[in-house]
């Protein structure tokens, strides 16, 4: 089953901490993009990648957040000083053609 | 400012009954819409999307219809079957196609009763 995998599950961490979450996309797949879901939400765009460059970087909230996809194919999105309002559950999505974004199961961060 | 609504949180169907989930959105730009069915512990599923030249697209039990001038669209599913007891989101693109980041609605948890 080749579909859009995210690791870890589940992340607990410190306010203040640094976070690096994981998304390794469908095989092929030149998009890649990262969204964030808080209670209650639905999913807010924070950055989409087209090969190995960030093509829409505008929904990042803050320089705190950062994400790099070097090889065009596994992505990691990177958070400095993380505070409690960063809790949520951060979705990656891949695409081939922009039609049609397939989601991974999530990455669920509790910053206590 | 929300720019896809969803202003329904919840909505329950009775099996076989026929589903209607709607969306509004402000922004004229938007020119690709699409629904994501979501289920607990899961990311978000395609389930079909329609391009604003047109006003109906149908896929099996589910059809889309836009409203350009109200700038509303709606979800239907007929006949509901408990398996769709999922949260709906609807989502919105203003790159043509969906190739740029989607802006979603809250979302809307349909709940089929047997």
């Known amino acids: 089953g080749a579909g859009v995998s995210q690791t870890p599950s589940n992340k607990v961490t410190e306010k203040g901490k640094y976070v690096e979450l994981r998304c390794d996309p469908i095989s092929g797949h030149t998009a890649l993009y990262w969204y964030r879901q808080s209670l209650g939400q639905g999913p807010e765009f924070l950055i989409y990648f087209q090969g190995t460059g960030a093509a829409d970087d505008s929904g990042l909230p803050n320089d705190r957040f950062f994400a790099v996809r070097p090889e065009g194919s596994v992505s990691t999105l990177k958070i400095q000083r993380t505070e409690r309002g960063d809790s949520a559950v951060y979705l990656c999505?891949?695409?081939?053609?922009?039609?049609?974004?397939?989601f991974g199961p999530g990455t669920r961060l509790t910053v206590l | 400012d929300q720019q896809v609504k969803q202003n329904s949180p919840s909505l329950s169907v009775q099996e076989g009954r026929i589903s209607i989930l709607n969306c509004d959105y402000t922004?004229?730009?938007?020119?690709?819409f699409l629904w994501y069915k979501k289920y607990p512990a899961e990311g978000p599923t395609f389930l079909i999307s329609?391009?604003?030249?047109?006003d109906k697209n149908e896929d099996g039990r589910f059809t889309v219809f836009l409203n350009k001038s109200a700038k509303h669209l709606s979800l239907h599913i007929v006949p509901s079957q408990p398996g769709d007891s999922a949260v709906y989101f609807c989502a919105a693109s203003a790159l043509g196609g969906g190739a740029d980041g989607l802006t979603f609605g809250k979302g809307t948890h349909l709940i089929i009763q047997p």
């Open positions: 922004n004229s730009m938007f020119d690709y």
């Open positions: 329609i391009s604003s030249i047109k």
């Open positions: 999505a891949s695409s081939l053609r922009g039609n049609e974004q397939f």
